[in-house]
């Protein structure tokens, strides 16, 4: 749970506008009383007097927004060297994750999933650490849903040392990192995570468009193993995401009980509508085939994207249309940290509303990591408000132009002119 702070005189956030996320309308004015990390009340008819009023003007309130795969430890400050991944040591990664998260806050996403460490750690999980970090004020960033390693097979998707095809014996990692093959060491795989403080297990289920092991969306684990590691997490009362785009291997994914499919690029319709009927959620990440930058990537995996980035568009756009519930998800740093809200423009340009683009950012994702406390504008949730110019109904892009950030009643960002 979030941590109380000292205690301080309620703040009146005033603007021109609100929006019910659950109803869909715009209320106006916005007014919202805050009370230590909470909304003590919306639309107050009275304010108390020691109440510090912060008057947005014409402005729109919005809950914060979450992002529900992200990477902090990777991308961001300095990140030029396409081996960046392997040349950080943990205590680099995690400094560069302090700007990511800062970033990522005043952008307006207070809460994300890091989905899934794929570095050499010795086996510290360093997102749980930030999310210590975060928890106890010491850093400025997100709620973080940490996942720990993610859960691999040798040469898999988010086998690092694959990305950059190194000789054998080169970066040696650990079951504890994530490297797991066979039923046995899945499930040790798992329980270290959850032993360390994991809050969701992420799971490589399939190659990916910048894997050099086979072709996009290829399955990677057994049905065996990925049966293992939903026991595993499901018996922990965790949920389980896994990197899947092969429709082979998504439907293979969805029977063995995984609760969420990243990205899902080349699912058939009849997989969409087992989505569907098992309530399976889908982070489409779908900004990253608009967005993310192949160009200094190897012939074949250039090759790879342009095959897939315009079939996975129109996947999104089918399963927007089937009624899949769809999640915001970045990514990030396939696209950069602080431009999460492009994958909002991205899904109303797939088929969604402006408001269902909102709600995938907000209840949608809040359903996905089971917390009651956020995701609208209502008395006794956290205080987590967001404000941006114009009226993000008529045009998601307002979401891009983010002025005001509040969590858990602190400000931490706040653009008083421009």
């Known amino acids: 749970m979030p941590r109380q ?38 639309s107050p008819a009275s ?50 994750a302090v700007t990511n998260a800062r970033r990522t806050l005043r952008a307006g996403f207070t809460t994300v999933r ?13 997102d749980v650490a930030m999310k210590k970090a975060v928890d106890l004020g010491w850093i400025d960033g997100p709620w973080v849903v940490p996942a720990g390693h993610a859960i691999t097979p040798t040469g898999g998707h988010l086998d690092p040392t694959m990305f950059q095809a190194f000789a054998p014996h080169i970066m040696p990692l650990t079951v504890e990192e994530g490297i797991a093959n066979g039923v046995a060491e899945v499930r040790k795989a798992v329980r270290y995570q959850i032993k360390h403080g994991a809050r969701v297990i992420k799971v490589c289920a399939s190659n990916g468009v910048m894997s050099h092991t086979g072709p996009a969306g290829a399955q990677q684990y057994s049905n065996e193993e990925l049966r293992a590691i939903v026991d595993e997490a499901h018996r922990a009362g965790l949920k389980v995401a896994a990197h899947c785009m092969g429709d082979d291997a998504i439907r293979n994914a969805i029977e063995a009980g995984i609760d969420c499919i990243e990205h899902g690029s ?32 190897a012939p074949e ?14 996947t999104i756009s089918k399963a927007i249309a089937k009624g899949v519930k769809v999640a915001c998800g970045t990514d990030a740093p396939a696209i950069p940290h602080g431009k999460n809200a492009k994958e909002l423009l991205a899904l109303v340009e797939r088929g969604m509303t402006p408001l269902q683009a909102i709600r995938a950012a907000t209840t949608v994702a809040a ?21 941006v110019p114009g009226d ?27």
């Open 301 to 314: 995996l250039r090759a790879k994207a342009a095959d897939v980035f315009p079939r996975s568009r129109a």
């Open 47 to 96: 304010v108390p007097d020691d109440a510090v009023l912060i008057d947005l003007g014409d402005m729109t309130l919005l809950p914060g927004l979450m992002d529900m795969e992200v990477n902090l430890l990777l991308g961001g400050p300095d990140h030029r060297s396409p081996l960046n991944p392997v040349q950080d040591d943990p205590a680099v990664r995690t400094l560069r």
């Open 266 to 297: 080349l699912a058939s319709d009849e997989t969409l509508d087992l989505m569907v009927e098992r309530g399976t959620f889908l982070v489409a990440t779908t900004y990253l085939t608009d967005g993310m930058d192949v160009s200094r990537a």
């Open 5 to 42: 702070g000292k205690p301080q005189s309620p703040i009146h956030l005033r603007s021109a506008r609100m929006l019910d996320v659950n109803k869909g309308e715009l209320l106006e004015p916005g007014s919202l009383l805050v009370l230590g990390d909470r909304i003590a009340e919306v």
């Open 367 to 387: 359903d996905l990591i089971d917390v009651t406390d956020r995701g609208r504008l209502e008395s006794g949730l956290l205080a987590d408000v967001i404000a």
């Open 114 to 126: 890091n989905l899934g460490l794929f570095v050499q750690t010795g086996g510290l999980l360093l």
């Open 392 to 418: 993000p109904l008529a045009d998601i892009g307002a979401t891009e132009d983010v002025r005001f950030v509040m969590k858990a009643g602190r400000v931490f960002r706040h653009d008083e002119s421009r």
